[in-house]
C-alpha cells in the first residue's frame, strides 16, 4: 500500500459508497459526509489568534464591548472613540483584546 492509498479512506459514513439509502429522499441518498464520492476527506484545524479593539470609558469604567462596537483595526477603534467622545467627559481609551479561533480545511 503505498501513501496515496492511505490518504484515500473509505468515507465511514456510507461505508465507501457514497450513497445512504436511509436518505434516498434527500438529495438522492447522497452521503453529505463525502459529498458521494465515497472518499473519506482529512480535515485539518488549525489553532489562530486575531485581536480586536474596543473603547473604553475610564470615568464610569464602562467597556463598550458589544460585538457591533467591536473593531478590527486600532485605527479604526480610534475612529469611533472620536464619534463615543462628545457623549463623554473624560477622555475615551483603547483597549486590545485577543480571542481564539479555528480554521477547518478540507485537505484531501
Ligand atoms: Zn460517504
Same mark, same amino acid.
Given at each position: 500500500?503505498?501513501?496515496? +492509498?492511505k490518504?484515500? @479512506?473509505?468515507? *465511514?459514513?456510507?461505508?465507501?459508497?457514497?450513497?445512504? &439509502?436511509?436518505?434516498?429522499?434527500?438529495?438522492?441518498?447522497e452521503?453529505?459526509?463525502?459529498?458521494?464520492?465515497?472518499?473519506?476527506?482529512?480535515?485539518?484545524?488549525?489553532?489562530?489568534?486575531?485581536?480586536? &479593539? @474596543?473603547?473604553?470609558? *475610564?470615568e464610569?469604567?464602562? =467597556?463598550?464591548?458589544?460585538?457591533?462596537?467591536?473593531? +478590527?483595526?486600532?485605527? +479604526?477603534?480610534?475612529? =469611533?472613540?472620536?464619534?463615543?467622545? *462628545?457623549?463623554? =467627559?473624560? *477622555? =475615551?481609551?483603547?483597549?486590545?483584546?485577543?480571542?481564539?479561533y479555528?480554521?477547518?480545511?478540507r485537505?484531501?
Amino acid at each position: 500500500m503505498t501513501n496515496t +492509498d492511505k490518504k484515500h @479512506l473509505p468515507c *465511514p459514513k456510507c461505508c465507501g459508497t457514497g450513497n445512504l &439509502w436511509e436518505f434516498s429522499h434527500v438529495k438522492g441518498g447522497e452521503c453529505f459526509s463525502c459529498n458521494g464520492t465515497g472518499i473519506k476527506h482529512r480535515v485539518t484545524r488549525q489553532k489562530k489568534q486575531s485581536h480586536y &479593539w @474596543l473603547v473604553l470609558d *475610564p470615568e464610569r469604567n464602562r =467597556l463598550y464591548d458589544e460585538t457591533y462596537l467591536r473593531r +478590527d483595526t486600532e485605527a +479604526d477603534a480610534l475612529e =469611533l472613540a472620536k464619534e463615543m467622545q *462628545p457623549m463623554h =467627559l473624560q *477622555p =475615551l481609551q483603547l483597549v486590545e483584546k485577543t480571542y481564539t479561533y479555528y480554521e477547518t480545511k478540507r485537505v484531501i
